[in-house]
């Protein structure tokens, strides 16, 4: 059993940054695709970023709407995946969780995922 833990998050004025963390527990972390999604309450959850695994190359997928803004990065020697977020903006405020799926290649659909954090709050204010 995967167990992921988020920090990093907080509150933090448009245009500053926060960088997220994820730390995995049990697996094999360098076999899976890694995401963050985040929620805003009473919308669905929406993909952020995600990573493959490093057997299938590392790569790094992001929405539009933070592309040149936000980087996700992988540990597997500490079997960690970051989110940094830069130049940060009000409509960016959420829940951001972190997520694991077992092929190595993530998924832009949640309902691909295996495992799930609790979620860390990012508030951004104006």
């Known amino acids: 059993q995967v167990q992921l833990v988020e920090s990093g998050g907080g509150l933090v004025q448009a245009g500053g940054s926060l960088k997220l963390s994820c730390a995995a527990s049990?697996?094999?972390?360098?076999?899976?695709?890694m995401a963050w999604f985040r929620q805003v309450s009473g919308k669905e959850r929406e993909f952020v970023a995600a990573i493959s695994s490093t057997s299938s190359g590392g790569s790094t997928y992001y929405v539009d709407f933070v592309k040149g803004r936000f980087t996700i990065s992988r540990d597997n020697a500490e079997n960690t995946v970051a989110l940094q977020m830069n130049s940060l903006k009000p409509e960016d405020t959420a829940v951001y969780y972190c997520?694991?799926?077992?092929?190595?290649?993530?998924?832009?659909?949640?309902?691909?995922?295996?495992?799930w954090g609790q979620g860390t709050q990012v508030t951004v204010s104006s």
């Open positions: 997520a694991a799926e077992r092929t190595g290649r993530p998924s832009l659909y949640h309902y691909a995922y295996d495992y």
């Open positions: 049990g697996g094999t972390f360098s076999a899976y695709g």
